[in-house]
């Protein structure tokens, strides 16, 4: 029973905590300029974090390692402070970004501009770390985070035609925009896979202590949780393509996506679009801030967990305080959120090489993972993503040039 | 009992006497010996060891960095490997780990800092 509590739990929470910022700004965009057409794109970054999130959920639970720890262990000093260094660097803008959304939905719920709520912003997220534990985090917001359901329902509500919904789920090249179009499926790419979930989610299943009968909640909550989360993308694409491509509102200023559900369903549309909005962004928050200190301390073998006192693990808690305080000052200063969430996808997209190749080799080490390696299907599918992630690495310069602005 | 340095030492992280993490083995000691087969006789934790390690200009950088500025790396703690025992994933040594130099940015953060933030 409680097994099965803790399964749902699991999804629940996967689902409540999938969309933030750039989820919701990159899919609002792609559906307004072209329709239903890179749904592909949301597809096919969902099941490429599905498949990392139950790989560095497997290895979690088989070896006590985090991704982190795994990636230092295995391939030393020397090669960790890649992986270290861009992931803080991107963890940190994606991190801005995120207090940018839930200071634009107070924004545009209370008019008084999103520089001024930028820093309560940042304090309150640092509040939450500092008092709250590891489920107060991870699941108190994203329980909060089911209000996104609110798009699913509105998506329903426009009737789109499923024959062409479905017809977007296949890749096609586009007829008009090509720069943007490619430019938008990287930032799609990048919104999905984002490096700092997995480091979030491996470290998790430490702190919950998951040992190998884990594993099927693992799978479950990855295959579903995940599932769940990419229809969530996909039902705010569907929206912008109904509401916004019709009336050719094309999202050049974040406020624009406040009027998203306001056609589906009036005043209260709006209402729940900033509580979605803000809730999602804040969940996203603290769960970076999070990562970020996750992944410096497993680096250097610091002690760290969220459930122990702030002073227990000085070092651990002084990083995840200076972080989200000067991510918050980013914001504080007046960088346009919209801009800066579609250069921070760009470049999460740009970063996914450094850690998405080196899992082939730890779910592949017997010494590590045993006779919870990848089999077959697993390494091919990783090998198609690794082969995706440099193609993506690839164009994200030429396209961050031509298709950005 | 056989130990591969860099499988089962290097990059490990070391915990105490008490299983605090202090670390991880940022390097190795190697003890020459004449007319004899050179034996590990310690490792080392530290920023200015790991900040070696990554060679080339970015690794020089790092360590001219610690030089100039010694109270931005701690010391570093070096430890014998009789002390040791080691799974093949975490390293542990049989001391208190509170007073070395690995642990003292711990212990003057929570002292000076932390620990004058309410709540902590």
């Given at each position: 029973?409680?097994r099965i509590?803790d399964l749902t739990l699991g999804i629940v929470t996967s689902i409540g905590g999938f969309?933030?910022?750039?989820?919701?700004?990159?899919?609002?965009?792609?559906?307004?300029?072209?329709?239903?057409?890179?749904?592909?794109?949301i597809a096919l970054g969902t099941l490429g974090l599905m498949l990392l999130v139950e790989q560095s959920g497997r290895?979690?639970a088989?070896?006590?390692?985090?991704?982190?720890?795994?990636?230092?262990?295995?391939?030393?000093?020397?090669?960790?402070?890649?992986?270290?260094?861009?992931?803080?660097?991107?963890?940190?803008?994606?991190?801005?970004?995120?207090?940018?959304?839930?200071?634009?939905?107070?924004?545009?719920?209370?008019?008084?501009?999103?520089?001024?709520?930028?820093?309560?912003?940042?304090?309150?997220?640092?509040?939450?770390?500092?008092?709250?534990?590891?489920?107060?985090?991870?699941?108190?917001?994203?329980?909060?985070?089911?209000?996104?359901?609110?798009?699913?329902?509105?998506?329903?509500?426009?009737?789109?035609?499923?024959?062409?919904?479905?017809?977007?789920?296949?890749?096609?090249?586009?007829?008009?925009?090509?720069?943007?179009?490619?430019?938008?499926?990287?930032?799609?790419?990048?919104?999905s896979i984002?490096?700092?979930l997995y480091?979030?989610y491996s470290?998790?299943a430490?702190?919950?202590?998951w040992?190998?009968?884990d594993l099927s909640t693992n799978k479950a909550t990855a295959v579903l949780g995940m599932s769940f989360g990419g229809v969530l993308s996909a039902?705010?694409?569907?929206?912008?393509?109904?509401?916004?491509?019709?009336?050719?509102?094309?999202?050049?200023?974040?406020?624009?996506?406040?009027?998203?559900?306001?056609?589906?369903?009036?005043?209260?549309?709006?209402?729940?679009?900033?509580?979605?909005?803000?809730?999602?962004?804040?969940?996203?928050?603290?769960?970076?801030?999070?990562?970020?200190?996750?992944?410096?301390?497993?680096?250097?073998?610091?002690?760290?967990?969220?459930?122990?006192?702030?002073?227990?693990?000085?070092?651990?808690?002084?990083?995840?305080?200076?972080?989200?305080?000067?991510?918050?000052?980013?914001?504080?200063?007046?960088?346009?959120?919209?801009?800066?969430?579609?250069?921070?996808?760009?470049?999460?997209?740009?970063?996914?090489?450094?850690?998405?190749?080196?899992?082939?080799?730890?779910?592949?080490?017997?010494?590590?993972?045993?006779?919870h390696?990848n089999r077959?299907f697993s390494?091919?599918a990783l090998?198609?993503l690794?082969?995706?992630?440099?193609?993506?690495?690839?164009?994200?310069?030429?396209?961050?040039?031509?298709?950005?602005? | 009992?056989?130990?591969?340095?860099?499988?089962?030492?290097?990059?490990?992280?070391?915990?105490?006497?008490?299983?605090?993490?202090?670390?991880?083995?940022?390097?190795?000691?190697?003890?020459?010996?004449?007319?004899?087969?050179?034996?590990?006789?310690?490792?080392?934790?530290?920023?200015?060891?790991?900040?070696?390690?990554?060679?080339?200009?970015?690794?020089?950088?790092?360590?001219?960095?610690?030089?100039?500025?010694?109270?931005?790396?701690?010391?570093?703690?070096?430890?014998?490997?009789?002390?040791?025992?080691?799974?093949?994933?975490?390293?542990?040594?049989?001391?208190?780990?509170?007073?070395?130099?690995?642990?003292?940015?711990?212990?003057?953060?929570?002292?000076?800092?932390?620990?004058?933030?309410?709540?902590?």
């Open positions: 029973m409680k509590l969309l933030e910022a750039g989820s919701i700004i990159t899919a609002v965009q792609a559906g307004a300029v072209f329709g239903y057409k890179l749904l592909w794109t290895l979690a088989v070896t006590g390692r985090t991704v982190g720890d795994a990636l230092r262990e295995r391939f030393g000093i020397s090669f960790y402070i890649i992986p270290l260094v861009t992931g803080l660097l991107v963890s940190f803008l994606v991190l801005a970004s995120e207090i940018g959304g839930v200071s634009l939905a107070l924004q545009m719920a209370t008019g008084i501009s999103f520089q001024w709520w930028a820093m309560p912003v940042a304090f309150a997220g640092w509040f939450l770390l500092w008092k709250g534990n590891f489920g107060i985090v991870e699941k108190g917001s994203s329980l909060l985070g089911l209000v996104t359901i609110v798009f699913v329902v509105a998506a329903l509500k426009l009737h789109p035609d499923w024959g062409r919904v479905s017809a977007g789920l296949l890749p096609t090249a586009p007829d008009h925009d090509a720069a943007r179009y490619w430019y938008i499926a990287v930032s799609i790419i990048g919104a984002s490096p700092y480091m979030f470290s998790g430490v702190e919950d202590g040992g190998t009968d039902a705010v694409l569907i929206i912008a393509a109904l509401v916004f491509l019709p009336r050719g509102i094309q999202v050049d200023r974040y406020e624009q996506a406040g009027l998203l559900l306001p056609p589906v369903l009036g005043h209260t549309g709006f209402v729940l679009f900033l509580a979605s909005l803000g809730i999602a962004c804040f969940g996203a928050t603290t769960e970076i801030t999070l990562a970020m200190a996750y992944q410096l301390a497993q680096g250097f073998g610091w002690d760290w967990s969220e459930n122990a006192k702030p002073k227990q693990n000085a070092r651990f808690s002084l990083t995840y305080t200076v972080t989200i305080l000067l991510a918050g000052l980013v914001m504080a200063v007046g960088i346009d959120p919209l801009e800066l969430t579609n250069f921070s996808m760009m470049l999460t997209a740009a970063s996914l090489p450094v850690t998405v190749i080196p899992m082939f080799v730890l779910m592949n080490d017997e010494a590590l993972v045993g006779e390696r077959w390494n091919a090998g198609a690794s082969i995706l992630t440099i193609v993506v690495l690839l164009s994200a310069v030429p396209l961050q040039l031509l298709g950005g602005s | 009992m056989e130990l591969r340095i860099v499988h089962d030492l290097l990059d490990k992280v070391v915990l105490d006497e008490g299983r605090r993490n202090i670390g991880r083995v940022d390097g190795v000691v190697l003890e020459l010996r004449r007319g004899a087969a050179p034996v590990v006789s310690a490792f080392e934790i530290g920023g200015r060891v790991w900040a070696r390690r990554l060679g080339g200009r970015i690794g020089r950088w790092a360590v001219a960095l610690g030089a100039r500025w010694p109270a931005l790396g701690n010391g570093v703690t070096r430890f014998a490997m009789r002390d040791v025992r080691t799974t093949g994933i975490t390293v542990s040594v049989k001391c208190d780990g509170r007073p070395t130099p690995a642990l003292a940015w711990e212990n003057w953060l929570r002292e000076h800092v932390i620990s004058r933030i309410p709540g902590a």
